[in-house]
C-alpha cells in the first residue's frame, strides 16, 4: 500500500497541465471522503467478532456500530464549518484528522457497546471536519452545474473505497484481528492527510473570510432555514441518505445471517458498490446536458418504481433467490448514485457566500432525519429483506413530493430576481 501512495504522490507531482491538475485535485478531494468510507466499510465483516467481544446482547444493536458514526458526521460540521469560514479550509482538516486519531484509540480499547459508541461518534466528528471542507473547497471553486460535474468525479473515485473496504476489513480480521482495521484507518489517514498539506493551496482567501462570533451559526441557519430549495434539497437527501444507511448497517446481517454468505460477503458488497459507481459516473456527463433538477426527478422517480415493484411481489414472503435481491438492490442503488452528489449541489447551490456553514447545516439536518430512520426500518430486517425496500418506496414518494416543492420555490425565486433586474 505505502509503495501504492508513493507512486500516487509521484504521479501527482508530475501533473503539469490544467486538466491534468484537476485530475490530482479531484483524487485529493475524493481522499477526503474516502477516510470517511473506510471507516464504515472495512468494519462491516467484523461486526459479529466485535459485538461478541464489547458484549452486545442483541445483533441487531452491532448495527449501531455503524449508524453512531454518522451522528458524529452530523454534528461535528457544527463546529468546523463556520470555524473554517472564518480560519481558511486547511487548518480545519488537520484539527479533525487529530480528533480521529484520538477517537480511534478509544474504540480499539473499548470493552463495551457503551464505549464503542462514544469512540465512533468521535471517530464521526473528526472525520466530519475533511468531510465538510472537501465540500466547501469544492464550492469555493466551481458552482452550479459544473460543481455538481466535480461532486460526481470526486465521489466516483471515493467509491473505489467502499468496493474494497470490506474485503480488506476482512483480511485483516482474518489474519490480525478487529483492532487491525482501526491501525489500517489510521496509517490510510495519515497518508491522506500528508498529500493534502503538501499539495492543496488555501482556497478561501482572507478578504473573503467570515469573523467568528457567535452570532455566526444562528445567522448562517436562518439563511439556510429561509431558502426554501436548499431547505427542500436537504430534506430529500435526508430520506435518500436513511433509506440507504438501512442497507449500509443491515447489508451483513441481510448477506451473513440471512443469506449464508459469509465468505462472499465483501464480494458482493463490492458489485452493488460499482452499480452507485457507474451511475455516478455517468451522472458527471449527463448532469451538464439535463441539469440537476432533471436528473434528480428522473432517479426518484425510478428508485420509487424499483421498491414499489419489489413490495408488490415480496411482501410478507420469504427472501427471493440471491440473485433476485442483488439484481434488486443493483437497480436501487443505480437510481441513488444519481441523487447524491445533485441533491448536495442543489441544496448548496444559493449558499456560496456561507459554503462552509451551509455545509455543516445542511449535513447536520439530513444526517439527524437519517439516522432515525435508519435505526427504525432496521429493526424490521432481522429476519427478511422485503421491509428495507418498503423504507425505500415510503422515503422515495415523500421525496418526489419535496421534489416538486423544492422545484417550484426555485422557480419562483428566479422569476422574482428577474423582475427585480428588470
Known amino acids: 500500500m505505502k509503495a501504492a501512495f508513493g507512486g500516487l504522490f509521484y504521479f501527482c ?3 503539469k497541465n490544467q486538466s491534468l491538475s484537476q485530475l490530482e485535485f479531484i483524487a485529493l478531494m475524493a481522499s477526503l471522503m474516502s477516510v470517511v468510507a473506510l471507516a464504515i466499510d472495512a468494519l462491516l465483516p467484523a461486526l459479529d467478532v466485535i459485538g461478541i467481544t464489547i458484549g ?11 449508524t453512531m458514526i454518522f451522528l458524529g458526521l452530523g454534528v ?12 481558511g479550509r486547511k487548518p480545519i482538516v488537520y484539527m ?4 480521529f486519531l484520538v477517537a480511534s484509540i478509544v474504540c480499539v480499547f473499548a470493552q463495551s457497546l457503551e464505549v464503542m459508541i462514544v469512540g465512533r ?32 468525479f470526486v465521489t466516483v473515485v471515493f467509491l473505489l473505497i467502499p468496493i474494497v473496504a470490506p474485503a480488506a476489513g476482512k483480511f485483516v480480521l482474518d489474519h490480525y484481528n478487529w483492532q487491525g482495521i482501526f491501525y489500517a484507518q489510521l496509517g490510510f489517514s495519515a497518508l491522506v492527510c500528508a498529500w493534502f498539506w503538501k499539495r492543496q493551496r488555501e482556497t478561501l482567501a482572507v478578504e473573503k473570510r467570515v469573523p467568528f462570533t457567535r452570532h455566526l451559526f ?19 437527501s435526508g430520506f ?22 459469509k465468505e462472499e460477503f465483501p464480494f458482493i458488497f463490492a458489485g452493488l458498490s460499482i452499480a452507485i459507481g457507474l451511475a455516478i459516473f455517468t451522472n458527471g456527463s449527463l448532469v451538464l446536458k439535463f441539469g440537476m433538477q432533471k436528473m434528480v426527478s428522473t432517479a426518484l ?60 447545516i445542511t449535513g447536520l439536518i439530513s444526517t439527524l432525519m437519517a439516522i432515525p430512520i435508519s435505526t427504525f426500518i432496521g429493526r424490521f430486517i432481522e429476519y427478511k429483506v422485503w421491509p428495507i425496500f418498503f423504507g425505500f418506496m415510503i422515503c422515495s414518494f415523500i421525496s418526489l413530493w419535496l421534489m416538486q416543492y423544492s422545484k417550484k420555490a426555485a422557480r419562483k425565486k428566479q422569476l422574482l430576481m428577474n423582475g427585480e433586474s428588470q
Not at 96 to 99: E, I, N
Not at 244 to 259: H, P, R
Not at 316 to 330: H, K, L, R, Y
Request: proline share 3%.
Open 13 to 15: 507531482g508530475m501533473l
Open 240 to 261: 435518500v441518505f436513511g433509506s440507504f444507511m438501512v442497507y449500509l448497517s443491515g447489508s451483513q446481517q441481510i448477506f451473513e445471517v440471512q443469506y449464508g454468505m
Open 76 to 87: 461535528g460540521p457544527l463546529l468546523f464549518g463556520p470555524i473554517s469560514d472564518a480560519m
Open 218 to 236: 444562528m445567522d448562517g441557519f436562518k439563511q439556510v432555514v429561509r431558502e426554501k430549495s436548499t431547505m427542500g434539497y436537504t430534506l430529500i
Open 96 to 99: 479533525g484528522f487529530a480528533l
Open 301 to 360: 422517480l425510478g428508485f420509487f418504481i424499483i421498491s414499489t415493484l419489489y413490495v408488490v411481489l415480496f411482501y410478507g414472503q420469504e427472501n427471493p433467490s440471491i440473485w433476485v435481491i442483488m439484481g434488486f438492490f443493483g437497480l436501487q442503488f443505480f437510481a441513488i448514485g444519481f441523487l447524491f452528489g445533485n441533491l448536495r449541489a442543489l441544496a448548496m447551490e444559493p449558499m456560496g457566500h456561507i459554503a462552509g456553514i451551509a455545509a455543516a
Open 121 to 152: 461518534i468521535l471517530q464521526g466528528i473528526g472525520l466530519s471536519a475533511p468531510r465538510t471542507i472537501c465540500i466547501a473547497i469544492i464550492r469555493d471553486l466551481y458552482h452550479g452545474d459544473y460543481m455538481a460535474r466535480i461532486l460526481s
Open 56 to 66: 452486545t446482547q442483541n445483533t441487531a444493536d452491532n448495527q449501531l456500530i455503524i
